[in-house]
């Protein structure tokens, strides 16, 4: 049973890319779906979550940029990131959760990773010219 982030990656300001959260051993839409970003020297941040009714949460930072879709066929979770900013330079990680919503996700401090029903290994974004 784990959860998969990967697609990051070395990308010019302005371009895009499209990061996964592969789950194996439990269904996605089970479950509120959140992506996060830890950029060098910050805080993890909430950055997307996906809810298990299908609505989506953003923050301010990559609101109008970035994407989150869920394709149950293949049990992942998308974050389609457009007009990369250098600032999106981060390692990026995902996490499955039943009881907190997608609001808090994004909006709270995040919480530790052990305390998501799972958590993801994350995968570096750096946006660079």
């Known amino acids: 049973v784990q959860l998969q982030a990967s697609g990051g990656g070395l990308v010019q300001p302005g371009g895009s890319l499209r990061l996964s959260c592969a789950a194996s051993?439990?269904?996605?839409?089970?479950?509120?779906i959140g992506w996060f970003r830890q950029a060098p020297g910050k805080e993890r941040e909430g950055i997307s979550c996906?809810?298990?009714?299908?609505?989506?949460e953003y923050a301010d930072s990559v609101k109008g940029r970035f994407t989150i879709s869920r394709d149950d066929a293949s049990n992942t979770v998308y974050l389609q990131m457009t007009n990369l900013k250098y600032e999106d330079t981060a390692v990026y990680y995902c996490?499955?959760?039943?009881?907190?919503?997608?609001?808090?996700?994004?909006?709270?401090?995040?919480?530790?990773?052990?305390?998501?029903?799972?958590w993801g290994q994350g995968t570096l974004v750096t946006v660079s010219s």
């Open positions: 996906h809810s298990r009714d299908g609505s989506t």
């Open positions: 051993g439990f269904t996605l839409d089970y479950y509120n």
């Open positions: 996490a499955a959760d039943f009881s907190l919503l997608c609001i808090a996700m994004v909006t709270t401090t995040p919480l530790g990773e052990h305390q998501y029903d799972y």
